[in-house]
């Protein structure tokens, strides 16, 4: 069974922020394939179900992005999953273009506190990532104040298409490998 968590804050006030794209990332592949998030277990919102025959469990930490390695490290040990093979983390990168993703297999949290985090609870590094860029913050701008805020008019048809992109590339990761979707989508 593969996890597939998206990163995000719980509260409403985040919906559809920068920040908040692993969540959304979440719902849209919940949306596609059915598969309600109505599970509260392990600090997250959760949905169990199926993408193409390959059973999947959804995943938003609630813990905040800031300690999202306490909900994966939880759901990991429950449901005696391969952090290495059958785990696939969605969230933001500031230091890509809006839209764009980046997906890898392992590697370091890159400065984001989420993965650091999840890299602390899990021990390793080893996961699958799919990065989806939420722009370079403008200059003069305050982080926190950036990645909390919503795309613009301009980068939200980008955003959608990336969703959609990434709903493919975990189909991708799962049915072929992670080589083959990093060829596809980076």
Same mark, same amino acid.
């Given at each position: 069974? =593969?996890?597939?968590?998206?990163?995000?804050?719980? *509260?409403?006030?985040y919906? !559809?922020?920068?920040? %908040? @794209?692993? =969540?959304?990332?979440v719902?849209v @592949?919940?949306?596609?394939?059915? /598969?309600?998030?109505? /599970?509260r +277990?392990h600090?997250?919102?959760? !949905?169990r179900?199926?993408?193409?025959g390959? +059973?999947?469990?959804?995943?938003?930490?609630?813990t905040?992005? %800031?300690?999202?390695? *306490?909900?994966?490290? *939880? $759901?990991?040990?429950?449901? &005696?999953a391969d952090p290495?093979?059958?785990? #696939?983390? @969605?969230?933001?990168? /500031?230091?890509?273009?809006?839209?764009k $993703?980046?997906?890898?297999?392992?590697g370091?949290?890159?400065?984001?506190?989420g @993965? &650091?985090?999840?890299?602390?609870? $899990?021990?390793s590094q080893d =996961?699958?990532?799919?990065?989806?860029?939420? !722009? *370079? &913050?403008p &200059?003069?701008?305050?982080?926190a104040?950036?990645?909390?805020?919503?795309?613009?008019?301009?980068?939200?048809?980008?955003?959608r298409?990336?969703?959609q992109?990434?709903v493919?590339?975990? +189909?991708? #990761?799962?049915?072929?490998?992670?080589?083959?979707?990093?060829?596809r =989508? %980076?």
């Open positions: 069974m =593969f996890i597939i968590a998206g990163l995000g804050n719980p *509260e409403s006030k919906n !559809g922020t920068r920040h %908040n @794209i692993g =969540f959304s990332a719902t @592949i919940s949306d596609i394939y059915n /598969i309600p998030l109505d /599970i +277990k600090k997250a919102l959760c !949905g179900g199926y993408i193409e390959q +059973k999947v469990l959804l995943a938003m930490p609630q905040y992005m %800031n300690l999202s390695g *306490e909900s994966i490290r *939880e $759901l990991v040990d429950y449901y &005696k290495e093979n059958e785990l #696939i983390v @969605i969230y933001d990168d /500031i230091n890509l273009a809006p839209g $993703l980046r997906i890898r297999a392992r370091s949290a890159g400065g984001h506190n @993965i &650091k985090n999840i890299i602390a609870h $899990l021990g =996961f699958y990532r799919i990065r989806i860029g939420a !722009g *370079e &913050k &200059k003069g701008q305050d982080l104040d950036y990645v909390l805020s919503r795309f613009n008019r301009d980068e939200e048809p980008v955003i298409e990336a969703l992109n990434t493919e590339a975990c +189909k991708v #990761i799962m049915l072929e490998d992670i080589g083959a979707a990093m060829n =989508f %980076n």
